[in-house]
């Protein structure tokens, strides 16, 4: 399912093989879901939580994914105690991850421009702020659209069309938020 030269490319840039399979799994299972195929996303969601469980620290944003994807999957096949307790980790694991989020490491972008990347080396900490700022709002449009799954409405932000256009070329930690934050489970 993993393809190898991404793999390659991956654990090259830092990513463990669990991070990648982590990310190709809800990829699928957010195209599926979006396909009208959430049965054939369940068990990739199953998957992709117990990798995290396994995997990534308690504070972890793709650790709060895994937990409320899964409890979407339980909620459709009529699980819906086991559900809520998910939703309620997945919670608490969002409300938690601020440290995690403060320790990601901000990348410089490639630009376009010269005047882009000159102000980019010239205020390296406010560029910093700025990104780990505008991750920190993912993030929170992330808790809040598990709340509204956890509370058995619809978010009001579909994250799985916007992964399409987010998504970051390269493997980085901004990434790793961007698809914790962005492949939600629709509900």
């Not at 780990?132 to 993912?138: A, M, P, Q």
Request: with cysteine; net charge positive.
């Amino acid at each position: 399912m993993v393809n190898q030269s991404e793999l390659f490319a991956a654990v090259a840039a830092g990513w463990s093989e669990a991070e990648v399979t982590w990310e190709v799994k809800q990829e699928r299972a957010a195209v599926l879901a979006a396909d009208g195929c959430p049965g054939e996303a369940a068990p990739l969601w199953a998957e992709a939580l117990n990798l995290a469980q396994m995997n990534f620290a308690k504070d972890d944003p793709r650790l709060a994914t895994s937990l409320a994807n899964h409890a979407v999957a339980l909620r459709r096949q009529g699980d819906e105690k086991n559900a809520r307790e998910l939703f309620e980790k997945s919670l608490r694991v969002w409300d938690s991850s601020a440290l995690w989020i403060d320790n990601l490491i901000i990348e410089s972008k490639a630009r376009s421009s010269l005047f882009h990347l000159r102000l980019e080396v010239l205020h390296r900490d406010a560029y910093k702020k700025t990104a780990r700022t505008r991750l920190r709002r993912f993030a929170e449009e992330a808790r809040v659209a598990v709340a509204a799954l956890a509370d058995g409405t619809t978010p009001e932000k579909s994250g799985f069309s916007r992964w399409k256009g987010e998504k970051p070329p390269t493997y980085s930690d901004s990434r790793k938020l961007l698809a914790a934050a962005l492949l939600v489970a629709p509900g």
